[in-house]
Every structure is written in C-alpha cells, then in structure tokens.
C-alpha cells in the first residue's frame, strides 16, 4: 500500500455545494432549502464581519457560528439582527462548536424531536457552508455508503480506478475538510460503525483495490457530527472502541414554556412563510397546547408501565407536527383563525399511534386533565375538549 497523499485534482471531483450551485430559480422550486442556502445572506454578512481566529478551513470563528445557531445579542453591536434558529442551553452550542474543532467527532444524543438533526445541520452550514454531506444510518446502511463505491459500468470498461470511484458523503467531506454528518448512528449495524472508526482516528480512508493513489487523507476542518436517538439505546450499542472517539453532547427536551413557545413560533412563522398563507393562531390557543403538552408529560412521567404511557416522546417537534396539522387542517377546510376543536382534534390524530393503548390513556387523560382546565377557565379549553372527545370518539369506531 502506498501512503501518498492524493492531491486534490486527481480525486473524483466532489460535487459542488449546493448553496453556490444552485440557481435562483432551482431555489425557488426546492420543497425545502438547507440551512446554507436559507441562511446564505446571514452568513455571509457574517463572514464580513468576523474578526475572530477560525479554526481550519472553517468559513466562520467559533464566535460567529454560535452567533448564528443562537442569534445576536445588543452587546455585539452588529447591523443586523441575527435570528436565534436553535433554541437550547448555550453550553451546550458551545460544547459542540469546540468539539468540532477538536481531534474528536460530535455526537448529538437524545430524544426523538429534541432538534439533534437541526443542530447538527446549523453547524455544517455555518462551519463549512455545506450540510448535505449526509450519510443517513439504517439497518440496511452499508460500509460502501461510509467509504466509497464502484461504478460499475466504468468498472468494465475501464477498470477500477479514482475516475471509476464514487466517494461517500464522508469521503468527499473528507476531501475538502468539511464537515460530515452521519445520521442515527446507532441504526447502524456493528462492523457498520467500525469502518467510522479509522475515518476518526486516522482520519484516512484506504482503498486497497487501487495500487497507487490508494490513501485519501482527510484535509484540515474535516470532522464528522453524528446523531444518535437515545430510543434506540440497545439497538445497536456503540463500541467503546467508537464512544471513545466522540464527545457526547446530550440533548434534553425543551420543558422551559416560553423557550418552548419560541421554536414553536419560529417553526409556525416558517411554515406560513413556506406555504404563502395567512392563518392567525391566537396566544390562547398556544397556551392550550403549550400546557397540554406539560400536563402529558407528567402524566407520563407518573404512570408506572409503558401501557400507561403515549408511545410518543411528547417533544417539542410533536407540538410543532400537531399546530402544523392543526394550521394545514385549517386553511385547505376554510378557516382564517385556528380553533380549540380543530387543535384538539390534531394533537388526538398525532399522538395516538397504539391502537387501543394510546387511545385510552388519551381518554383517561381528556377526562382528568383537560376536562378540569374545562371547568375552571371555560372559553376556548370547553372547544378543546369537545374537539379531543369527538375526534377519539371516531377512532374508536
Ligand atoms: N431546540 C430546538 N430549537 C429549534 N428547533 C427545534 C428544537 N427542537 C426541535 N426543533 C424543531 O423540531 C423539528 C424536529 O427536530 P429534529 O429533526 O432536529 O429532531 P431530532 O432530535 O433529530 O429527532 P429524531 O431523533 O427523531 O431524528 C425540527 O424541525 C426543529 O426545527
Ligand atoms: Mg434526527
């Protein structure tokens, strides 16, 4: 084997950032944009005005990639406002924004809907301007998707060679010292994860099937942010061998109300924004959900077996899926403003997944808790409750 580092020009050519390659008009039709291309104005501004030491090759200082996960402050007298994006301890940005430049790969592990893969795509946009170097893990994900791949017709007809290689997501972060994303890490099979651990240490990857060029060396800013579901802890356990190599970043679930009200006012301004509609969702009716969720959550938290529970992690992503739903649900059936019933009726449709568990633990739940905030505070709580019993009434038919 041959130990040579592989200049650039002769490495499969690594496909151009979308956030540059993209056209005006390809981002208009784009169902959703990554955070680069959205964001492409804030961080740019931000570049202009760092005057911060940047790690690596990274397109901002740790102080500005902060600046643009958690928003600007009055203190640091920029221009323009920086909206907050993710919403969280700021240690725990900073944890992560440090890992990053560190010998160690990130690891973002929580619950499901805690913003793991929000985050871990805030940071590749904002560190590399790329988040889309992404291998998603399953069961099914192979070392090939890791490393690299054969194409195989080129294989034919012209042998195996670098024009005949297709990179990994991994691999070309690699190539340019971007950061990489490795999603659901813990889906992976075993030997699956392994092949991840020589991209962290040696932070090369061998290709033995070449003789010559057959090393590609990770350049300066390379690193990788995996997530992990902390659901699927014993699915497939990491290897020590592999925790050794990453710092663990836990995320919690959002239970501070107004941080909570925040990410779900950002998402829903986002929302609107993206369907181009207008559709008024009044503070009440927000504190109805906000507190409903709470109210599940303890409850939850009390129950003493799984049966007692919703198979939901009650997060804040599911609070943001059910006013989305409610809002959807809203505009294409003929509602300017969002109601209580219609509320209802979407956080019954989301959260109950077991059929007959999570219905009658939502049952039991609407007539202990719900009914309650009904009888004191009236108004739009007695709509809420109406719109939750009818729509489990149709479920249990
Ligand atoms: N703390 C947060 N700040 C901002 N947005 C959040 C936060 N938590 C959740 N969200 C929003 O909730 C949605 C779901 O989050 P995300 O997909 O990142 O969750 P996840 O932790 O990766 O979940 P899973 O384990 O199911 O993959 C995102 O669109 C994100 O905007
Ligand atoms: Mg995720």
């Given at each position: 084997?041959?130990?040579?580092?592989?200049?650039?020009?002769?490495?499969?050519?690594?496909?151009?950032?979308?956030?540059?390659?993209?056209?005006?008009?390809?981002?208009?039709?784009?169902?959703?944009?990554?955070a680069e291309m959205k964001y492409q104005e804030e961080l740019a501004y931000l570049a202009t005005v760092d005057q911060g030491?940047?790690?690596f090759s990274w397109r901002l200082s740790p102080q500005m990639v902060r600046t643009f996960v958690l928003g600007s402050t009055p203190g640091q007298k920029l221009d323009r406002q920086?909206?907050?994006?993710?919403?969280?301890?700021?240690?725990?940005?900073?944890?992560?924004?440090?890992?990053?430049?560190?010998?160690?790969g990130l690891l973002l592990i929580g619950d499901p809907g805690t913003g793991k893969s929000w985050l871990a795509e805030l940071l590749a946009a904002a560190i590399s301007g790329n988040s889309t170097y992404v291998v998603q893990g399953t069961a099914g994900t192979t070392e090939d998707q890791i490393k690299y791949s054969w194409n195989v017709a080129m294989v034919i007809a012209t042998g195996q060679s670098l024009d005949s290689l297709i990179p990994s997501?991994?691999?070309t972060a690699m190539q340019i010292g971007a950061m990489g994303r490795f999603e659901e890490l813990t889906r992976c099979t075993s030997d699956v994860q392994d092949a991840l651990i020589s991209i962290l240490s040696e932070k090369y990857i061998a290709i033995p099937e070449l003789k010559v060029d057959n090393i590609v060396f990770a350049h300066p800013g390379f690193n990788v942010i995996a997530t992990a579901n902390s659901r699927d802890r014993g699915v497939n356990e990491l290897s020590s061998a592999l925790k050794r190599r990453f710092n663990f970043v836990h995320m919690p679930i959002v239970t501070n109300k107004k941080q909570e009200k925040e990410?779900?006012?950002?998402?829903?301004?986002?929302?609107?924004?993206?369907?181009?509609?207008?559709v008024e969702v009044p503070p009440t009716l927000l504190d109805v959900l906000l507190q409903t969720f709470a109210d599940l959550r303890e409850a939850s938290a009390a129950a003493s077996?799984?049966?007692?529970?919703?198979?939901?992690?009650?997060?804040?992503?599911?609070?943001?899926?059910?006013?989305?739903?409610?809002?959807?649900?809203?505009?294409?059936?003929?509602?300017?403003?969002?109601?209580a019933g219609t509320l209802a009726r979407s956080l019954v449709?989301?959260?109950?997944?077991?059929?007959?568990?999570?219905?009658?633990?939502?049952?039991?739940?609407?007539?202990?808790?719900?009914e309650q905030h009904a009888q004191k505070q009236k108004g739009e709580w007695e709509t809420f409750l109406e719109g939750g019993k009818a729509a489990m009434g149709v479920m249990k038919k």
């Open positions: 084997m041959h130990y040579i580092y592989l200049p650039e020009k002769v490495m499969p050519k690594p496909k151009s950032s979308p956030a540059t390659s993209t056209t005006k008009q390809a981002t208009t039709i784009m169902l959703r944009q990554p030491a940047r790690p920086i909206e907050q994006k993710w919403y969280g301890d700021s240690a725990i940005a900073e944890r992560a924004i440090v890992t990053l430049a560190s010998d160690r997501p991994l691999m990410i779900i006012l950002f998402r829903t301004k986002e929302l609107l924004n993206r369907h181009g509609f207008e077996s799984e049966d007692q529970r919703l198979e939901s992690a009650l997060s804040t992503a599911e609070q943001i899926g059910v006013l989305e739903d409610a809002i959807l649900h809203s505009r294409y059936f003929g509602e300017t403003t969002l109601e449709g989301t959260l109950v997944r077991r059929l007959p568990e999570d219905i009658s633990v939502m049952n039991q739940f609407w007539h202990a808790v719900v």
